[in-house]
């Protein structure tokens, strides 16, 4: 019961700090802010198949991709589809489909997961490096759908004018939302199976785990908040086009989970915080600085150059992340228990 309150206590102080941010913070901080929640709502369900399941998958940026497009589709009105649809006429079920902000970012997160089940029997059929292979080459195949559909995705032209709904109450929430969710199915029952595959997929199929259910659930979870997120980013950033969904995106959620810790969800909720804001934060090492009075000039790109080697230099000392595969919760536990003892 006291755990309950507390849990309760801690929910209703997030939410109430997302809805002072979004109602008292300036526009360029508030932006900062609703990248890094996007990104964590992406981490987090990315963390899921890849640290939690064991799963070497690099498939982010395709549901990404099929949550940002359909979520789009849905918010834009049908009047400015037919001007934006510049090569050749929309499809008319593309003129048909309208809905309102959270039923399509539903519709994006389930379309999502419908394809994550879709692929599921080919995708689980390798393991190791097989799988990552697999993975990755369906990344590109939904790029290389979008940009030569033009009746439905626009082509490499894209979507503009989407709808900006997506503001930091809605994204705040969300990510709010897809945390909890995260911790709770780790420490349900599917969770330790998961967990269990990670740590050794024969002996948990000895041990009578139904291994191909539980990476195919772990799979489609994932890909359920991964579609949502990018729902959230086509509303925030307002337009989309093939070439924002390449590896390169992928790339940035493994570099979170790696840092924060496979399998940590609160590691991962830290490391989002630090990779995406600290390439915000370290912008002004791109301009013109005065050291001593030396003028060291424009240099664009020297803020990547120092954050990896930050970056560099925290997995040299948390080789394991900055969490391990273990939650905050854990460690003070830990902690409180060798001091107490």
Not at 129 to 137: F, H, N, Q, R, S
């Amino acid at each position: 019961m006291k755990n309950l309150i507390i849990k309760t206590l801690m929910i209703a102080s997030t939410l109430g700090l997302i809805w002072y941010a979004h109602h008292n913070m300036d526009p360029y901080p508030l932006s900062i802010l609703n990248n890094i929640g996007i990104f964590v709502i992406l981490a987090l369900s990315y963390n899921l198949i890849n640290g939690v399941t064991g799963q070497f998958s690099l498939e982010p940026n395709g549901f990404v991709a099929i949550g940002a497009y359909m979520t789009a589709i849905f918010l834009i009105p049908t009047e400015t589809k037919i001007d934006m649809y510049a090569l050749v006429d929309p499809a008319p079920i593309i003129l048909e489909m309208q809905a309102n902000f959270l039923p399509a970012l539903l519709a994006g997160g389930l379309a999502s997961t419908f394809i994550a089940f879709m692929i599921s029997v080919p995708v689980f059929r390798v393991r190791g490096d097989y799988l990552a292979i697999v993975t990755l080459g369906f990344g590109f195949i939904i790029k290389i759908f979008a940009m030569n559909t033009p009746a439905y995705t626009n082509g490499a032209m894209g979507l503009n004018d989407i709808p900006d709904y997506a503001n930091f109450l809605w994204i705040g929430t969300i990510g709010l939302v897809t945390f909890v969710a995260m911790i709770n199915i780790i420490n349900s029952r599917f969770g330790r199976a998961m967990k269990a595959i990670r740590d050794d997929e024969d002996a948990a199929t000895a041990m009578g785990v139904n291994t191909y259910w539980i990476k195919t659930l772990a799979f489609m979870t994932s890909a359920f908040f991964e579609g949502v997120g990018g729902g959230l980013l086509a509303s925030f950033i307002s337009t989309i086009a093939p070439d924002q969904f390449t590896f390169l995106l992928t790339f940035q959620l493994l570099i979170i989970i790696v840092l924060g810790g496979l399998g940590s969800m609160t590691g991962t909720l830290v490391a989002t915080i630090l990779v995406m804001g600290g390439m915000e934060w370290l912008r002004f090492l791109d301009s013109n600085m005065n050291i001593f009075g030396y003028d060291t000039g424009a240099h664009p790109g020297m803020r990547m150059v120092v954050f990896a080697m930050l970056l560099i230099t925290m997995m040299l000392f948390a080789r394991k992340g900055l969490f391990g595969d273990r939650e905050l919760t854990d460690i003070i536990k830990s902690r409180f228990k060798r001091r107490k003892s």
